[in-house]
Nanobody, 119 residues
Framework: QVQLVESGGGLVQPGGSLRLSCAAS????????MAWYRQAPGKERELVAGITGGGSTNYADSVKGRFTVSRDNAKNTVYLQMNSLKPEDTAVYYC?????????????WGKGTQVTVSS
């Protein structure tokens, strides 16, 4: 059974940092592309950052230079290091796995972790 469990969210002041983790199980993690999405209240869900099985990364323009996505294949975990946080980064952050065309629905989502940036 595929599982994605996010952790590391919380309340942080503007300018602060957080590191989100996503522990994956139930599939061959090392070969799968992973991503972080977020959804703020009243807004559509948006891609924050992605990392391929080979380690290539991509970022939303709004987080470039501030966020870093990484993965540890030995631990089946993907991370999102978030620095210089802004109030507009407040959202629920979701971990997503691309399980390929043969998996029903192709993508698996975690339940999300809340990040609140406020003074």
């Amino acid at each position: 059974q595929v599982q994605l469990v996010e952790s590391g969210g919380g309340l942080v002041q503007p300018g602060g940092s957080l590191r989100l983790s996503c522990a994956a199980s139930g599939f061959t993690f090392s070969i799968r592309d992973m991503a972080w999405y977020r959804q703020a209240p009243g807004k559509e869900r948006e891609l924050v950052a992605g990392i391929t099985g080979g380690g290539s990364t991509n970022y939303a323009d709004s987080v470039k230079g501030r966020f870093t996505v990484s993965r540890d294949n030995a631990k089946n975990t993907v991370y999102l290091q978030m620095n210089s946080l802004k109030p507009e980064d407040t959202a629920v952050y979701y971990c997503v796995a691309d399980l390929g065309y043969t998996f029903p629905g192709r993508y698996s989502w975690g339940k999300g972790t809340q990040v609140t940036v406020s003074s």
